[in-house]
């Protein structure tokens, strides 16, 4: 069994292992479209994939495969059930024992997400890309086209932990009660109410910081060294409980991801976000900084 790298992995580590038993890569790409539909519109990242991916990776569609189909909320991107996740993890060839490594060749934030998802159903053997796609063209490594080989089917055993995601009536509580971090992972402008997405209102749940998934990375898609993120996340870093949100869910994987990698992985990431809190009047919002 391949020993496990850490949560984040360059290329050069990628293409010394890729020919390891055991390695499985991933592509989760998404793209979201401008409205309208509102507030986003949803395009699988397959064609991506088969128009150029890493030599031997397989490709999941996240919306289709890794959410729950019609949920209650008819929110977009709700975690399934864990045994439709185990179902799609089995025919990608990802079992139990698997490495995982996930990569998207659009923003970072599908990579993580896939990362997250794998965490929140048992399975810690799992890693991002650092940079994606982007960053292992920039180095010039092979490419394959194509869609992806059909892989051995393997048994996923998903172990739900609750313990890291949180509904709406945890994030109300610990508004009311201020006794934990809820970091917004959306861009400062969506935060402030100015601008951006609009997920039926503006700003952002009330008391909470912004620190926008994009600021976590470099222009080349990697994530910032460890002193600038321990800078970013700092106030998130020094309190007792935490909760990570965006718009939908995605992005918020992203900060989570990066607390992580500082040594917080006791995160709660709110899977509704603001699509499922926004609407709702009776919730608490706020606009400005």
């Not at 360059?10 to 998404?30: E, F, I, K, M, Y």
């Not at 890693?127 to 996923?156: I, M």
């Not at 309190?239 to 994987?253: D, E, F, K, N, V």
């Amino acid at each position: 069994m391949i020993d496990h790298p850490g949560i984040l992995v360059d290329c050069g580590w990628l293409a010394a292992h890729a020919d390891d038993p055991g390695l499985v890569v991933v592509d989760a790409t998404v793209h979201t479209t401008p409205p309208p539909p509102k507030p986003y519109g949803i395009l699988s990242g397959r064609a991506d994939f088969e128009r150029a991916h890493i030599p031997g990776a397989r490709f999941v569609d996240i919306d289709a495969e890794l959410s729950e189909p019609n949920p209650p909320s008819g929110l977009h991107f709700t975690l399934p059930s864990p045994e439709r996740f185990a179902e799609a993890m089995a025919r990608l060839g990802v079992g139990d024992e698997t490495l995982v490594v996930c990569y998207s060749s659009a923003n970072h934030w599908w990579a993580t997400r896939l990362w997250w998802m794998l965490g929140v159903f048992g399975h810690d053997r799992a890693a991002v890309l650092d940079g994606g796609l982007q960053r292992w063209q920039a180095e010039a490594r092979p490419l394959q086209s194509g869609p992806a080989a059909t892989p051995l089917r393997a048994k996923f055993t998903a172990r739900y932990r609750s313990e890291l995601v949180a509904d709406k009536q945890a994030v109300l509580a610990a508004v009311r009660a201020g006794d934990a971090c809820i970091v917004n992972a959306l861009p400062a402008e969506n935060h402030r109410g100015e601008g951006g997405t609009d997920y039926g209102r503006p700003g952002h749940i009330a008391g909470s910081i912004n620190v926008p998934a994009v600021t976590l990375v470099d222009a080349d898609n990697r994530y910032k060294p460890e002193d600038e993120l321990r800078r970013l996340l700092a106030e998130s870093l020094a309190a007792p409980r935490l909760i990570t949100y965006c718009g939908g869910g995605i992005s918020a994987t992203s900060a989570t991801f990066a607390l992580a990698l500082l040594g917080r992985r006791d995160v709660r990431l709110y899977d509704g976000s603001l699509s499922e809190w926004a609407p709702d009047a009776t919730l608490p919002m706020a606009v400005g900084p």
